[in-house]
Nanobody, 116 residues
Framework: QVQLVESGGGLVQAGGSLRLSCAAS????????MGWYCQAPGKQRELVAS???????NYTDSVKGRFTISRDNAKNTVHLQMNSLKPEDTAVYYC??????????WGKGTLVTVSS
């Protein structure tokens, strides 16, 4: 089992920045990849960015050049640096971890609100 706890959400004006963090605990040695998903009101949850155990990253097109995902293996933490935020980035952001067996684990989410 893997437990994930997000932090860092909040209210920010358009053009501003936020840094989300996700602390993993439990069977962290089984984690293959981690990522951030977002879910806006009335929409499906979708991938924002992901990072594998060998630091390969992937971003959805709408955040390329604005968001950066990184991991601190010593602290079992994954970060999402979000710059140049737009109102359409407003959503609940969820941390995700996938283990070597393909099992997915989720945090409870953190709300990001970008005002225009």
């Amino acid at each position: 089992q893997v437990q994930l706890v997000e932090s860092g959400g909040g209210l920010v004006q358009a053009g501003g920045s936020l840094r989300l963090s996700c602390a993993a605990s439990g069977s962290i040695g089984s984690i293959n990849a981690m990522g951030w998903y977002c879910q806006a009101p009335g929409k499906q949850r979708e991938l924002v960015a992901s990072i594998t155990s060998d630091d390969s990253t992937n971003y959805t097109d709408s955040v390329k050049g604005r968001f950066t995902i990184s991991r601190d293996n010593a602290k079992n933490t994954v970060h999402l640096q979000m710059n140049s935020l737009k109102p359409e980035d407003t959503a609940v952001y969820y941390c995700n971890a996938e283990d070597i067996d393909g099992m997915h684990y989720w945090g409870k989410g953190t709300l990001v609100t970008v005002s225009s």
